[in-house]
């Protein structure tokens, strides 16, 4: 189908923190990168997105900070956008779900399938902080993932595994307040009836869009077959948007129920800057709307919030929501909590000028289809050996030889040779190769092929030598040079949705302006006798120093953090808490991996009073060769449970060091199994 416009919608940033790379590998580049490519196209096309300011890990910023929960959002509302604008994110519109218009419009959505019957009211039972008199959101619990055995989970998902959570299905849950197990209290909320939609989601993603990526499509899918359950669109809190019923003190909308609204609202607010009818945009079925957001809020946007617009029964559907895994740093998972991040508006500070090297790179990287590795190192290779050496170079040696030889004028061409007529068809092919790619989201694969045109310049200047036939054959160097400058001028456009920056130098050296995507593949954008400016370079190298500053800086964030973690003493416990516990020294008799999981083990540990299966985390740190033999400290009198279908009976103690890295805790001599430790 052809459609008359798109929206674009990009995941709302929380605005707790700055924004990260890992959100810009995700959701931020590549949706920009579509948006551009879009536009050249002619397109009518709408980019939206604006910081979500109601979520609760507002509040627990607020708290940690000791500040209002409307002062973080104003300050990081502000980092975040300008940021975005000075990395050359062309959103339409950025705006706030605390605006005004954001509230009318979320309320006005609630009523709205309220009045139509859609909730189910229900008084439920909900964890509650005693020390602190409240309920508590999902987000304001963590606990140990049942299908991961991360420890840092949250209530409503693990953002190490993606797995959805409610906070019932943590393993020793602890309120985020104070620290101490919640209880389970009434509440009273309204629910949205996800179970009576699941053979229309059926029908409308597994039936209707087979073609979105594999993660997205397998994600949708194993949330349908395991069977939907009502889920609440209201919480207890006193930041969000009020529940605009009557006798609903103290509830606001549920986050990930008013955010995806977030959208709708900033196309309103750009609507009524730039005198335009917003309604097309999310009411005509000749509108595409594409969602660009990270794995963890698949669920959200593909099953959640189409589930709210159905019932609604105005809006359209999300047509496709590209969706990209996760991306690490220097082998290790971004933490925002550790400050394990490379932070946009720092790169921005400490390397000015080099906006779409962290573009390209980024985009090189891209986590399309599994989790991928940023690496300080691997920017500076693609930095010098792509974009310096190839890119730049080519249109660098044009410019050259152009005002060298022709005093800055586009040569006429000439006589073509076979190696020219090549050329030529290979050039107006690209055009076609790129878009094929961008329309199935594979922004990697357009990035390639991109640079695919410069190689193809280079290659043809290397093989042509211009410079050894300036005496004797001016015109056939006329031609040469055409050509090259051909190729520069398509590379203006083609380059132009990763390098907007520099294709902004690249079109004042060439002097032209205007160029649209239906352009590109011509042999005739410049036309004999045409003026260029002189030339610039497009990039510089980056040597080692840089490089290294930026990984000192991380490794110090890291020692700094190691450091404060030894520092923060857990709460105190009197002596007869530490006689509860059993620990003792065991032997591990046999080890294996468990299946489907890179990070546990499968011990069988002889106690000295038997002999009883352990599930540890520490595949990563150990192979099961490695922990064979191994003298080990154990608590025997955990609670069993039951980690990836095997029933776990204890827990073996483990040391972390500051890198990361697990080491046993051993006696310094031989003590048969069984031996107490106390």
């Known amino acids: 189908m052809t459609f008359q416009r798109h929206t674009v919608a990009a995941a709302l940033p929380y605005a707790n923190g700055p924004v990260h790379i890992g959100h810009l590998a995700g959701v931020y580049v590549p949706a920009d990168i579509y948006v551009r490519y879009l536009r050249l196209q002619g ?13 609760v890990p507002i509040t627990l910023r607020a708290k940690k900070e000791g500040v209002t929960p409307q002062h973080i959002v104003d300050k990081y509302h502000t980092m975040i956008d300008q940021s975005f604008k000075e990395l050359g994110i062309s ?22 399938l309220y009045d139509k019957g859609i909730f189910i009211e229900e008084v439920s039972k909900q964890y509650y902080d005693e020390e ?25 998902q693990c953002e190490n595994c ?3 959570l409610s906070p019932s299905d943590l393993i020793n849950p602890k309120s985020m307040l104070s620290g101490q197990p919640p209880v389970l209290k009434e509440t009273r909320h309204w629910y949205l009836p996800m179970d009576k939609y699941e053979n229309w989601l059926r029908e409308y993603i597994l039936d209707g869009h087979k073609e979105w990526k594999a993660n997205v499509y397998g994600q949708c899918k194993s949330w349908i077959d395991q069977g939907l ?27 990930w129920f008013d955010a995806p609204i977030g959208y709708i609202s900033a196309t309103k607010e750009w609507a009524a800057m730039n005198q335009k009818d917003w309604e097309p945009y999310w009411k005509d079925e000749n509108t595409r709307l594409i969602h660009f957001i990270g794995k963890d809020n698949i669920v959200f946007h593909c099953i959640i919030f189409p589930v709210v617009l159905k019932a609604h029964g105005s809006y359209i559907l999300p047509d496709n929501v590209p969706a990209n895994e996760f991306l690490n740093l220097e082998g290790d998972k971004i933490s925002t909590s550790r400050n394990w991040a490379v932070w946009l508006h720092e790169y921005l500070e400490d390397l000015p000028g080099k906006e779409d090297v962290l573009r390209y790179v980024l985009c090189a990287n891209a986590p399309e289809t599994k989790d991928n590795d940023f690496t300080w190192k691997d920017f500076q290779a693609r930095n010098n050996n792509e974009l310096v050496a190839i890119f730049g170079n080519f249109v660098n040696r044009v410019m050259v030889l152009t005002h060298k030889y022709f005093e800055g004028k586009v040569p006429p ?17 690209f055009p076609g190769q790129i878009a094929k790619s961008f329309e199935a989201f594979r922004f990697r694969e357009a990035l390639t092929l991109m640079m695919d045109v410069a190689r193809m310049g280079n290659k043809y200047l290397a093989d042509s030598e211009p410079w050894k036939l300036i005496k004797d054959d001016p015109d056939r160097v006329g031609t040469i040079l055409n050509i090259s400058l051909q190729i520069a001028a398509n590379l203006n456009v083609l380059a132009n949705p990763f390098l907007p920056k520099t294709c902004m130098k690249l079109q004042n050296m060439l002097q032209m302006e205007g160029l649209q995507w239906q352009d590109a593949g011509s042999a005739e954008l410049l036309t004999p006798g045409h003026q260029l400016d002189k030339a610039v370079l497009l990039f510089e190298k980056i040597e080692d120093q840089l490089v290294e500053r930026q990984v000192e800086k991380l490794r110090t964030s890291k020692i700094e953090n190691a450091v404060m973690d030894v520092a923060e003493l857990k709460e105190e416990i009197i002596f007869d808490d530490f006689m509860k516990m059993d620990i003792r020294i065991g032997k591990v008799v046999e080890a294996e991996k468990v299946p489907k999981s890179k990070k546990l083990l499968k011990l069988l540990v002889d106690t000295g009073l038997d002999q009883r299966t352990i599930v540890s985390g520490i595949a990563q740190h150990y192979s099961p060769e490695e922990v064979v033999g191994q003298q080990v400290t154990v608590l025997l009198n955990l609670a069993p449970r039951k980690i990836m279908g095997i029933e776990s009976n204890g827990m073996i103690l483990m040391a972390e060091h500051a890198d990361g890295s ?16 106390s």
Not at 43 to 55: A, H, N, Q, Y
């Open 43 to 55: 397109k009518d096309v709408l980019f939206v997105c604006g910081s979500d300011e109601l979520g």
């Open 91 to 112: 959103f339409d519109h950025y705006s706030r779900t605390s605006s005004p218009v954001h509230w009318e419009t979320a309320s006005g959505f609630f009523k709205t």
């Open 132 to 156: 602190n008199q409240q309920f508590l959101a999902d987000r304001y619990i963590q606990g140990t993932c049942p299908n991961c055995e991360y420890e840092s989970a949250y209530g409503d």
């Open 162 to 164: 993606g797995t959805s």
């Open 229 to 255: 359950k009502p889920r609440a669109m209201t919480r207890d809190l006193d930041w969000g948007v009020p529940v605009p019923l009557e006798n609903a003190e103290g509830k606001v909308l549920y986050v």
């Open 413 to 429: 061409a000439g006589r073509l040779y076979d190696l020219d007529h090549k050329v030529l068809t290979k050039l107006s092919e």
């Open 662 to 677: 697990f080491a046993f805790l051993q006696p310094d001599k031989e003590i048969y199994p069984g031996g107490e430790v």
